[in-house]
């Protein structure tokens, strides 16, 4: 009986440690094999599509529209993660039209009807780099 | 025909203006920010020069790539943090681990 007010204390005390640690479990981002293979897969249709970039735009409507649905998808996905803040802006800063990554080249595409070669394998460079940056993030979190 | 190192030259001088100009106050850190930076995009700027001066790219397309050089800077600036953040996320994990042996030690002993 004497125990009794002493083990409800302990339980007590047990479940608010557990908590405590299911609180502080609940840091850092964790990792998504999913966003690994968007990024991936986008990184190579980016580099495919943008490599038509010098013939022009009108020819290309199509394939440039469901390339942006697809990063747009990416990035929806990123959102889904949690506390996946870091990730999410990348995927902003590489969709992002008024940028000068993926979304910003299309656009300059879109804009000027048609980009110049030298441009275009310079661009593209840049934005593969980008994905790289995007994956490297990814694969280095905790699975 | 101009040189890369005219370029890098005149782009130095430009730099200690902007800095004097504008980022007196960080003087040290805005000039150590921008020299980082170019020595990063180095061998890019050193092509995309040479393709100016061909004229196989644009102004507008070298102040393009130029931006898209920052927003990678910027996406490595993310990656970082991101990695930051996984790596606290490890250290609270083992401090969970730490918290629910104790727990089972003085508790449930």
């Known amino acids: ?17 557990i908590g405590l640690a299911i609180a502080l479990g ?23 599509t943008l490599a038509k970039a010098t013939l022009p735009y009108a020819d290309h409507k199509d394939e440039v529209e ?14 889904k993660q949690s506390r996946n803040d870091t990730s999410i802006q990348q995927w902003e800063l590489m969709r992002n039209p008024d940028g000068h990554l993926l979304g ?12 110049s070669p030298a441009f275009v394998t310079e661009v593209s460079d840049q934005i593969s780099k980008g994905f790289d940056q995007i994956i490297d993030l990814e694969t280095k979190k905790p699975k | 025909m101009a040189s890369f190192d005219d370029f890098t030259s005149e782009l130095d001088g430009e ?4 800095v004097e100009k504008n980022w007196k106050d960080l003087k040290a850190e805005a000039t150590d920010d921008a020299r ?29 790539l130029l931006a898209a050089k920052k927003d990678l800077a910027e996406m490595a600036a993310l990656k ?5 953040q996984v790596q ?15 727990a089972a030690k003085v508790f449930t002993a």
Not at chain 2, 15 to 18: G, P, Q, R, S, T
Not at chain 2, 37 to 62: G, I, M, N, P, V
Not at chain 2, 80 to 84: E, I, Q, S, T, Y
């Open chain 2, 80 to 84: 970082r943090a991101g990695l930051a």
């Open chain 2, 36 to 64: 980082a930076f170019l020595q990063q995009s180095q061998a890019d700027l050193e092509r995309w020069t040479r393709l100016l001066a061909a004229k196989s790219l644009t102004l507008q397309d070298f102040e393009f």
């Open chain 1, 1 to 17: 009986m004497i125990n009794g007010p002493l083990n409800l204390l302990r339980a007590s005390a047990a479940l608010a440690a």
């Open chain 1, 104 to 115: 910003g080249a299309l656009k300059r595409w879109q804009t000027e009807g048609k980009l």
């Open chain 2, 15 to 18: 730099i200690k203006d902007l």
């Open chain 1, 66 to 79: 469901a390339l942006r649905g697809e990063v747009d998808k990416a990035c929806e996905q990123a959102k």
């Open chain 1, 26 to 48: 609940a840091c850092g981002p964790s990792f998504s094999q999913v966003a690994v293979n968007n990024a991936s897969s986008l990184k190579d249709k980016s580099a495919a």
């Open chain 2, 88 to 102: 606290l996320g490890r250290f609270i994990n083992a401090v969970v681990g730490a918290i629910i042996s104790a």
